[in-house]
């Protein structure tokens, strides 16, 4: 079964934690994404991945990083230096051409 | 700065009449742009797309028009249907340039009244 997968569906975060969230596809895309959705506002991009072993920061990086060991996982870890962590966070896939990215269920993050 | 614009917050529509979000940008380099479905708790669902190329495409009930010299589209719905109800968004990307990353919009909720 196509998709994308994510994991967990919600997240609980204390105080200096570092926290990190699953995103796997099975699509075949070279390309994911990470974005943070808060109410009210768009999709903002946090990290994105062209190619294994490579990614580049997004419009919002501060306090998050990311690896592509492999090209169906693009983990990325909300750190302590996050100071609003508490979002929406939503992973695509794309063929990296510009065009069409499809999206993962989403996990949403709280801090206690 | 918001380079893709949603001025509307949200819609409502009667069931069977035709909806129209609207959606403007500021980026001249935008070439490709797409619209989206989301559902709360979801991820957004992609919807149609359109090519800088081209100032219409359409895809069963929904058409999306182009007006680059005004620098706007539109998702045209019709009719509407209650399944319809749910946040759309715009996105615009650079594909042209290399530049693979989509800008949103801050979406519009659509309500499509029974």
């Known amino acids: 079964d196509g998709g994308i997968t994510q994991s967990p569906k919600y997240l609980f975060r204390k105080e200096g934690q570092n926290v990190t969230l699953s995103c796997e596809q099975n699509?075949?895309?070279?390309?994911m994404y990470w974005y943070r959705q808060d109410p009210g506002q768009g999709l903002r991009l946090i990290y994105y991945s062209q190619i294994v072993n490579d990614f580049q920061k997004g419009d919002i990086a501060e306090g998050y990083s990311v690896s592509r060991e492999k090209k169906e996982s693009f983990p990325l870890t909300v750190t302590s230096a996050q100071k609003n962590p508490t979002a929406f966070y939503l992973c695509a896939t794309g063929r990296g051409d510009g065009g069409t990215q499809y999206f993962g269920p989403g996990t949403r993050l709280l801090v206690l | 700065d918001q380079q893709v614009k949603q001025n509307s917050p949200s819609l409502s529509v009667q069931e069977g009449r035709i909806s129209i979000l609207n959606c403007d940008y500021t980026n001249s380099m935008f070439d490709y742009f797409l619209w989206y479905k989301k559902y709360p708790a979801e991820g957004p669902t992609f919807l149609i797309s359109?090519?800088?190329?081209?100032d219409k495409n359409e895809d069963g009930r929904f058409t999306v028009f182009l007006n680059k010299s005004a620098k706007h589209l539109s998702l045209h719905i019709v009719p509407s249907q209650p399944g319809d109800s749910a946040v759309y968004f715009c996105a615009a990307s650079e594909s042209n340039f290399g530049n693979e990353k989509l800008t949103f919009g801050t979406g519009t909720r659509l309500t499509i009244i029974p």
């Open positions: 359109i090519s800088s190329i081209k």
């Open positions: 699509l075949n895309h070279d390309a």
